[in-house]
């Protein structure tokens, strides 16, 4: 990290200073990594048209948290990952098998999930108030730690975008068609909700529940509207998320408000920008 502490000393902030404010160059660094992640991912989620599906995820990772924190975990974030992968996979078999809808699905999961996780986090008279931090995240929290765990999910989500994402985008648009060319859909199918399930779980205690959703969705949202082939699509994606994040981060420093929601308001600023310019077109 001394090298990443190094580098941002030569920005023009007084935050940037040497041997200061560490916390803020950690933030900066995890927005870094974490908005890419959030960009490959709402490409495919807004494809899918599975928008809200994030939403029950991050139900099914906070309920982990409680399963964790229940158990007596040092790390309950670990349980939130399990708890949210195994749920992705429930919610992939029941698509495929039952034929059932995308939307009800979610819907049948989230509410089930959210409903687990407040009985739990308050059995026994317990407080919820314990959990309010999951809520709106703190990303200035983030440690070093966390954040070369980040650096290691976005590798591997880059080689499951770059092996994978032909077939991904085929079962998703046209499961029928993608069966006929060999491609085992609920296989691929599952790797795909199973990168959402982690990268929603990892990142909720930085960014937030009640905007991790629409840092899945926006970043793609805008990009479809002005991109004209895949390529300039995960591009304005990647880089519209890349740059409303440092934005938002720097918005929340300056005015003391929530970085993830922050980051949120850009990103729908960016993605009325680019419905103004689609219409233009």
């Not at 158990?71 to 949210?84: E, H």
């Not at 314990?130 to 290691?152: H, Q, R």
């Not at 440092?246 to 600023?269: D, K, N, P, R």
Request: aromatic share 12%; net charge positive; charged share 5%.
């Amino acid at each position: 990290m001394s090298f990443w502490y190094w580098l941002v000393s030569f920005l023009p902030f007084e935050w940037a200073a040497p041997g200061t404010m560490l916390f803020m160059k950690n933030a900066l660094l995890a927005v870094l990594v974490i908005t890419p992640l959030f960009g490959l991912l709402s490409t495919m989620v807004v494809e899918s048209r599975m928008a809200f599906f994030s939403d029950a995820l991050g139900h099914s990772a906070f309920t982990g948290m409680a399963i964790g924190a229940l158990c007596g975990l040092s790390q309950p974030t670990w349980a939130a990952v399990i708890f949210a992968v195994v749920i992705a996979l429930l919610f992939t078999l029941v698509r495929q098998k039952t034929r059932m809808a995308s939307d009800t699905a979610i819907s049948v999961f989230s509410s089930a999930a959210v409903a687990l996780g407040i009985f739990l986090s308050t059995l026994g008279g317990q407080s919820f108030t314990k959990f309010n931090t999951l809520l709106i995240g703190d990303i200035l929290s983030v440690a070093p730690k966390e954040i070369a765990l980040l650096a290691v999910i976005l590798v591997l989500l880059v080689v499951l975008w770059v092996t994978s994402f032909n077939h991904m985008m085929l079962s998703a648009v046209h499961q029928a068609l993608a069966d006929s060319r060999g491609i085992k859909v609920v296989w691929k199918n599952f790797l795909f909700t199973a990168a959402i399930a982690v990268v929603v779980t990892v990142t909720m205690t930085w960014v937030g529940l009640l905007v991790i959703n629409a840092l899945l969705v926006l970043p793609g949202a805008a990009a479809r509207n002005i991109a004209r082939n895949l390529s300039q699509y995960h591009l304005i994606a990647i880089l519209g998320g890349l740059v409303c994040g440092i934005g938002g981060l720097m918005l929340s420093y300056y005015v003391g408000a929530s970085a993830g929601a922050s980051i949120t308001l850009l990103l729908a600023v960016w993605f009325f920008v680019t419905l103004l310019l689609r219409g233009t077109q």
